[in-house]
């Protein structure tokens, strides 16, 4: 029933073979890595005019301005980015180019911002989706948190279907959504500079009260409002990135498909952020950081709860008309584009893990892939996290977006550091003059990326420290530290496994003593018994446990009555206690004999019924527990096949995330098309 339910949520298992069919084309490849960015059109202009509201609606002129700021370093970033893909296909992205070129701590510093941020990414935009619908069904909105984990969990099975048919899934609204916003934007500016007509949003009538009007600390407090505003708009810059993680899941060639790609992305995200931007503002779109006291409507304070609404609503009822199809279109793709923005994430996330497992970073099961061909442990482990952040926060986009793009912006500055350090290295030995020219030019376009970026990253901690980055800030270090830990584990468990120079493959213990443990008389121990024999050791006595005097006198008599020849031994349990007995015994026998082996052999029933493990086997799942930690001591499971078990006879083994698998290495193209 299980496997049914899995075939019918995840599809048929895919061989090793077909991974190249799960490639992208450009065509899919924008929806499934660019869907962050450009769906961050939906609230961060409003998150402009937010910060800007403290100084009233005079400040509204400096939007403009911070709109230019942020467009220049967006295609700043862009570029940069473009320089990463070519010069790291592998899909390392920004952890690759930190790794490489500025260390192990500078690469686990980025690996964990964007860590961080990946899961931030599926929680924000989710949890956004849900307020944006919430402000038009009342049940969603009672029911913000089951509704957010539950998108979750959809992302998180459609996902595990494959990255290409996620990415067919989400292209539709995707294009739908930027169709429909380019053509709000180009319909708004015709009807204002061709038919001269007036643009009024829903908000344009209320009144805006500055806070902070007449300080005596104006132009620090300016300068401060102008800085938050800016960061909140870099929000625009979130899931960039993502496309540098991706290249490997790109048609040939990768590096200029992913390339182009960005350009692409970045040319549509900053058409539809400054087209949404001069619509608001000509329209006269107000919103307030404190909408209770900041917001008169009507003449009256705003009530109590009273919550901004959503900027692309407003922009669609000013340029379409109140509900038009055109506002209904916007609404409703909006709220859908939000959702899926969180699919940025589910595919960096995943292939970030596998690259880092694959570096002994992280558990090795992130670098399997699953019966897909996705990465389907880390999609798991980013839903459980997302999930787990929209509980603590209780779905409140409001108080998650202040822990938002401070990791970006940290990955940001050390990979563009990274790639200067990467043209000066290949300059010193470039001779080509050419190809030195192009290195130059690459190294400039990355060092004012890294100047930007760096001071963006200033800006943002100091704007939103107090307000909630600082969690962020914190939660870096621990994954780091966590994250080095792992490796150090596994470092010792390869250092200890390793074969030295004085270990002797050759050399056999001196003898092998065995013991079958038995408890009754009956085929189980008859089995084990047999097999026990058959593979002829130096010793072998059966084992028992005296609990009861009487019982131990049967099994004894019918153990003689049976003529079994192998020695029965009857070990006394004063305390009624089975399992410390049987490890004395078998420590008297190491003692005795330290170069001598001791095999325990155990018969276990197998059952077909979950319920069943629960009657059965305990004694002998605490034995091996204990055994294991035993030097010199081999533990030997005999299976008895109960009848119950006829029914899992021939069914194939269940595969699920977390299933015991190995990278496929056939080829050197899956090589290729592998994380790195």
């Known amino acids: 029933m299980t496997d049914l339910l899995k075939r019918l ?25 660019a869907s962050d960015p450009l769906s961050s059109v939906a609230y961060a202009p409003l998150e402009i005019l937010v910060a ?47 790794m490489t070129n500025l260390g192990p701590n500078a690469g686990l510093t980025v690996a ?6 990946y899961v931030l990414t599926v929680a924000v935009s989710v949890s956004s989706g849900v307020d944006n619908i919430g402000s038009a069904i009342p049940f969603v909105a009672e029911h913000k948190v089951g509704v957010a984990v539950t998108m979750v969990v959809l992302l998180t099975v459609l996902n595990l279907r494959g990255i290409r048919e996620s990415g067919t899934i989400f292209a539709v609204p995707t294009y739908a959504f930027v169709v429909g916003v380019l053509g709000m934007i180009a319909w708004g500016l015709t009807r204002v500079g061709v038919f001269g007509d007036e643009l009024v949003a829903p908000s344009a009538g209320y009144e805006l009260r500055a806070e902070h009007e007449g300080s005596a600390l104006a132009g620090l407090a300016l300068a401060f409002m102008l800085l938050r505003a800016f960061s909140n708009g870099c929000a625009a810059l979130t899931g960039v990135e993502a496309i540098s993680n991706g290249v490997p899941a790109f048609r040939k060639p990768k590096s200029k498909n992913a390339a182009t790609t960005l350009a692409m992305m970045g040319l549509v995200a900053v058409s539809m952020f400054v087209g949404v931007i001069a619509l608001a503002l000509m329209s006269g779109v107000k919103a307030a950081e404190d909408p209770a006291r900041q917001l008169l409507i009507d003449g009256r304070p705003a009530p109590a709860g009273f919550t901004n609404e959503a900027i692309l609503p407003q922009v669609a009822s000013a340029v379409f008309g109140h509900d038009s199809a055109g506002f209904l279109f916007i609404s409703a793709i909006t709220a859908l584009i939000l959702f899926l923005a969180a699919n940025t994430a589910f595919n960096g996330f995943p292939v970030l893990g596998s690259i880092l497992a694959q570096d002994r970073y992280l ?27 929209i509980f603590v926060f209780n779905a409140n986009p409001s108080a998650l977006v ?18 200067v350090i990467h043209w000066t290295r290949l300059l010193r030995t470039e001779t080509d003059r050419q190809a030195r020219r192009r290195m130059v030019r690459s190294r400039l376009i990355n060092g004012f990326g890294a100047a930007f970026t760096g001071l963006v990253l200033m800006v943002v901690l100091v704007t939103k420290f107090l307000i909630g980055a600082w969690i962020v800030v914190l939660a870096m270090p621990v994954l780091f530290i966590l994250m080095r830990s792992i490796r150090s584990h596994y470092d010792k468990v390869a250092s200890e496994l390793e074969i030295t120079g004085d270990y002797d493959a050759t050399v056999l213990p001196a003898r092998n003593h065995a013991i079958v443990l038995i408890s009754k008389i009956h085929k189980p121990t008859m089995r084990a018994l047999a097999y026990a024999r058959a593979t002829r050791p130096s010793t072998l006595e059966a084992v028992t446990v005296g609990v009861d005097g009487a019982e131990a006198r049967r099994l004894q008599e019918e153990w003689e009555r049976h003529g079994i020849p192998v020695p029965l031994k009857m070990l006394d349990s004063p305390y009624r206690e089975i399992t410390q007995p049987i490890l004395d015994y078998v420590k008297h026998l190491r003692r005795r004999s330290p170069r001598d082996v001791v095999t325990v052999f155990i018969p276990e029933y197998v059952v077909g019924h979950w319920w069943e493990h629960l009657l059965h086997n305990q004694s002998a799942l605490r034995l091996k527990a204990r055994l294991l930690f035993k030097p010199g001591v081999m533990v030997t499971s005999v299976p008895w096949q109960l009848h119950s078990s006829d029914r899992l006879t021939g069914r194939p083994e269940p595969s699920a995330p977390g299933s015991v698998r190995r990278p496929s290495r056939r080829r050197a193209e899956d090589e290729e098309i592998s994380a790195r």
């Not at 202040?402 to 790639?419: A, D, E, P, R, W």
């Open 52 to 98: 800007l509201s403290v100084a009233g609606v005079a400040a509204y002129a400096y939007a403009p301005w911070i709109a230019v700021a942020i467009v220049v370093l967006m295609f700043t970033v862009v570029a940069s980015y473009r320089q990463t893909v070519h010069a790291y296909p592998s899909g390392g992205g920004d952890y690759e180019v930190a």
């Open 402 to 419: 202040h822990l938002y793009i401070v990791g970006v912006f940290v990955s940001f500055t050390l990979s563009q550091i990274g790639m």
């Open 9 to 33: 949520l995840v599809g048929r298992a895919l061989r090793s073979g077909q991974l190249h069919e799960q490639l992208l084309p450009k065509r899919i490849a924008l929806p499934v890595f």
């Open 363 to 389: 558990p090795r099961q992130l670098h399997t892939r699953g019966d897909r061909l996705a990465f389907s442990n880390g999609i798991v482990l980013l839903a459980g996290f997302a999930c787990l952040l």
């Open 112 to 117: 964990s911002a964007l860590l961080v941020d």
